[in-house]
Each structure stands twice: as structure tokens, then as C-alpha cells.
């Protein structure tokens, strides 16, 4: 009889359980691969695309006084409101259009809006529009702004950006003709007062926004001899519901806005905006006086109230500061290095202040009834300009 040698047993039953599995090897062997090159290209742009700023120390210095109001001409006031998200880019199609945000600005006395959508600079047919973008898309919001900007740019650091980097997006941005803010400092504390401390590119901070007041860090940025500005906005998402139940929308937008949580909120607009001189409505004019530091930083109490009034401010040739204002305030305060108060004037609508020798700053806050003001610096300088 001849011997059967059996074959090699195999368990069909098994084979059918590994073979699927080995699916789940690639999917990991693939998703390790794709976090490997976002890894690798996240190392190379934090080491490639950075700017080293010197950046001053020491307080401001000299005989001379800059006063950014002393041109300031005529009685009115402009409002301006610089940050406002529309739906134009493609993730946020129920947020509203640029004509129902401008629309409704104007209808609260605003003169003029910058339209700042992430990531892109959004066109409209208003030639007086003013032009922006507000960039980052990362988790921790560490966004920054861009008033007057010719065209936006990709985020190059979706995860990780050191301080290096962001000097590097930042002088990108003025080099792009953009008048660049750091936003909601507050929000996920995205922005420390150390941090902005150590960075540079930027000539304004987001004081009074909607996600957290801080006046405070202009006075450690002050002290370092650093003449950045306050700013105040909205930082317009949705308008409160007696605004949008007016609006001609389409069903599916209004289905979006309820299920997010949108719908039936009083809202925080038309309550932050600056204040510019009268006239001072464009584009153009507006980049003037911001650059130039020539405007008031406004936060209403509520909404419906009456715009309080912004004062002038000039510096006669003894360095005594003069405010005079229509408006009579609860209090006019005179801050100086450090956050120091110098002086408080209670119940008035006229205040003077001498600068000391030991003052290299003073702003300036009124406290009106229905809403706060803040002033940009008057400092020293070293140069012969007139005040």
C-alpha cells in the first residue's frame, strides 16, 4: 500500500480573517506617510520662512512731542468698522453677503466697513470699500489682520508657527501695502502680552473686542518705546436677528444659522469701531489716519445708545495737553509709562495735562455715558517734526 503523504493543512477560515486585516496595515502605513510629509513640511517652512526684528527697549526718548490729533480737523466723526466676515469664501456660505454688511452699517452711521474674510481678499462692486483680509487657519487662533492689503497669501503654518514666522507673515503683509493688526489677543489666548512683547510687523492691537477688553497690554508695548495703536471692532460673524429676519435669504441659509446657533442672539455689532476725522471715509484716508495713529478707539455699553462724542486733543508748544470735547465725560484719565494714571479728571468736557520729564508717553481714556474712548499715544521724539 502505498503511503499518502498529505499536503500542507490550510485553515481557509483564518486565511479569510487575515487577509482584511492586512487592509488595516495600509490604511496606517498610509496615514503614518501623510503625517510624516505634513510633518516634514511643517519643519521646513518654520525654518525657511522666518524674520529676525530688532525691536526697541527703552522708552521713547527726546525734546519733542508727536501728537497724532494735532491735525485733526473739523467736528464731525467718521465711524469705521475694520473687521467683518462675509460669506464670499466657501467654508462660511451662511454668514451674509457684503452688500447686507455694508447696508447695515450704514444704517447704524458707520461711514465705511472693511470686509476681512479669512484667507482671501473679498471684491465688491463699492469702489469706497476698504480692502482686507484676516489670515490663519490653526486651532488656537492666532489669527492676524490686514487693513489696505493688495492680495492675500496661503497660510504656510496650519499647525505651528514660532515667533520668527510670524514676523515673516507680518512684514509679508506690509510689504503688501497692509495695515497689520493682532486680533482678539483674549480669544484661546492666542496672543500673550509676553508674546506680542517679542514680535514685531504689527501696529495695532484688537483692544475692545467681543472676545475680551485689555487696554492694559498697550501700555506694556508703550513702555518698550513701541508706538502701537489700540483698535476696536465687532469682528463681525453673524448680526443680531432683528437685522437678519429682514434680510431676502435663502431657506437652507436660515436652516444653517439655526442649527449653529445663530438665530435669536441679540449680538455683539455696531457696538466696536474707530473713530476717524471728518472726511476721513476711503479707503485711502482711513490708511492715513491709521497709519499716522490720527484716530479714537470706541466701545458703546449698548446697543441703541447714542455715539459718544470724541474729544480733540492738541499740544501747544509748552507740552501741555489740551482736550476739549461737546461731550461732558464721568471721567478723563491720563495714563503714562507702565500703565501709570496720572491724572483723572472727573465730570468735564475740557482737561489739560503737563508733560513731565519723566513722561515718555501719554494716551488718553474718556469715560462717556454711553461708551468708553480710547486715545493713541502722545510720545516723545528724537526728530525736529512739528507736533
Given at each position: 500500500m502505498l503511503l499518502n503523504v498529505p499536503g500542507v493543512f490550510v485553515d481557509t477560515d483564518k486565511q479569510m480573517v487575515l487577509r482584511p486585516s492586512l487592509w488595516k496595515y495600509?490604511?496606517?502605513?498610509?496615514?503614518?506617510?501623510?503625517?510624516?510629509?505634513?510633518?516634514?513640511?511643517?519643519?521646513?517652512?518654520?525654518?525657511?520662512?522666518?524674520?529676525?526684528?530688532?525691536?526697541?527697549?527703552?522708552?521713547?526718548?527726546?525734546?519733542?512731542?508727536?501728537?497724532?490729533?494735532?491735525?485733526?480737523?473739523?467736528?464731525?466723526?467718521?465711524?469705521i468698522s475694520l473687521h467683518a466676515h462675509s460669506n464670499e469664501v466657501w467654508f462660511t456660505p451662511e454668514r451674509h453677503t457684503i452688500s447686507e454688511i455694508q447696508s447695515e452699517y450704514k444704517k447704524e452711521g458707520f461711514s465705511n466697513v472693511a470686509i476681512t474674510d479669512y484667507g482671501q481678499v473679498s471684491e465688491t462692486e463699492n469702489p469706497n470699500y476698504i480692502r482686507g483680509f484676516e489670515w490663519g487657519q490653526?486651532?488656537?487662533?492666532?489669527?492676524?489682520?490686514?487693513?489696505?492689503?493688495?492680495?492675500?497669501?496661503?497660510?504656510?503654518?496650519?499647525?505651528?508657527?514660532?515667533?520668527?514666522?510670524?514676523?515673516?507673515?507680518?512684514?509679508?503683509?506690509?510689504?503688501?501695502?497692509?495695515?497689520?493688526i493682532i486680533p482678539h489677543p483674549k480669544l484661546f489666548?492666542?496672543?500673550?502680552?509676553?508674546?506680542?512683547?517679542?514680535?514685531?510687523?504689527?501696529q495695532a492691537v484688537e483692544v475692545y473686542s467681543p472676545f475680551g477688553d485689555d487696554t492694559k497690554v498697550l501700555d506694556k508695548l508703550l513702555s518698550q518705546g513701541r508706538n502701537v495703536h489700540c483698535m476696536a471692532s465687532d469682528d463681525l460673524h453673524y448680526f443680531p436677528e432683528n437685522s437678519i429676519k429682514n434680510f431676502d435669504q435663502?431657506?437652507?441659509?436660515?436652516?444653517?444659522?439655526?442649527?449653529?446657533?445663530?438665530?435669536?442672539?441679540?449680538?455683539?455689532?455696531?457696538?466696536?469701531?474707530?473713530?476717524?476725522?471728518?472726511?476721513?471715509?476711503?479707503?485711502?484716508?482711513?490708511?492715513?489716519?491709521?497709519?499716522?495713529?490720527?484716530?479714537?478707539?470706541?466701545?458703546?455699553?449698548?446697543?441703541?445708545?447714542?455715539?459718544?462724542k470724541v474729544p480733540k486733543i492738541q499740544v501747544t508748544k509748552n507740552n501741555l495737553i489740551e482736550l476739549d470735547s461737546k461731550e461732558r465725560y464721568l471721567e478723563i484719565r491720563f495714563i503714562g509709562q507702565m500703565g501709570e494714571v496720572l491724572q483723572v479728571n472727573p465730570d468735564t468736557n475740557k482737561a489739560t495735562y503737563e508733560f513731565q520729564e519723566k513722561d515718555s508717553y501719554v494716551r488718553l481714556e474718556m469715560v462717556a455715558l454711553t461708551g468708553s474712548i480710547l486715545s493713541n499715544a502722545i510720545y516723545r521724539n528724537q526728530s525736529s517734526e512739528k507736533n
Open positions: 495600509r490604511y496606517l502605513f498610509v496615514f503614518v506617510s501623510l503625517l510624516g510629509i505634513l510633518t516634514i513640511y511643517q519643519l521646513s517652512v518654520v525654518l525657511l520662512l522666518r524674520k529676525s526684528i530688532d525691536l526697541p527697549s527703552s522708552p521713547f526718548q527726546g525734546t519733542k512731542l508727536t501728537n497724532p490729533y494735532q491735525n485733526w480737523m473739523g467736528d464731525g466723526q467718521e465711524k490653526n486651532i488656537k487662533k492666532r489669527h492676524l489682520l490686514a487693513i489696505g492689503i493688495k492680495k492675500s497669501f496661503y497660510d504656510y503654518f496650519p499647525v505651528y508657527a514660532s515667533r520668527e514666522n510670524l514676523n515673516w507673515v507680518m512684514d509679508r503683509m506690509k510689504k503688501l501695502g497692509g495695515y497689520v489666548d492666542s496672543f500673550s502680552k509676553e508674546e506680542m512683547s517679542s514680535i514685531g510687523g504689527f435663502p431657506t437652507w441659509k436660515d436652516i444653517i444659522q439655526t442649527l449653529g446657533n445663530q438665530r435669536g442672539r441679540k449680538g455683539e455689532s455696531f457696538l466696536r469701531y474707530i473713530v476717524t476725522a471728518e472726511g476721513k471715509t476711503d479707503q485711502s484716508y482711513v490708511l492715513d489716519s491709521l497709519y499716522s495713529g490720527s484716530f479714537f478707539c470706541v466701545k458703546k455699553f449698548f446697543q441703541g445708545a447714542e455715539d459718544p
